[in-house]
Nanobody, 125 residues
């Protein structure tokens, strides 16, 4: 079983873009269901986006049209492109992987078996 490591976080001004990546160590999975979550100070962790090995993706309403999740086969990473960032997007962003699933649509964090350590994204107004 591989480890998940996020990277690419940072500080940007509102309206700008940022890309975070999730690298999976070890042998790539031929089938996967991955999710991006975020947690802001004092708030619960919320699902942001999900992607399945089939290419199917889902997004939270709060990021739909601004965020794009994708899989880089060559690098074996799950990337989250974040455009038109807002101050309310400020949070620690985590990637996670499901071990078993019947649906890869956005779901609660407890349905994911493996987590990265998170990367901070700060958006200033």
């Amino acid at each position: 079983q591989g480890q998940l490591v996020e990277s690419g976080g940072g500080s940007v001004q509102a309206g700008r873009s940022l890309r975070v990546s999730c690298a999976a160590a070890g042998k790539p999975y031929s089938k996967f269901c991955m999710g991006w979550f975020r947690q802001a100070p004092g708030k619960e962790r919320e699902a942001v986006a999900s992607i399945e090995s089939s290419g199917s993706t889902t997004y939270a309403d709060s990021v739909k049209g601004r965020f794009t999740v994708s899989h880089d086969n060559a690098k074996n990473t799950i990337d989250l492109q974040m455009d038109s960032l807002k101050a309310e997007d400020t949070a620690i962003y985590y990637c996670a992987r499901k071990q078993f699933w019947s649906s890869c649509r956005l779901s609660d964090s407890w349905t994911y078996a493996e987590w990265g350590q998170g990367t901070q994204v700060t958006v200033s107004a």
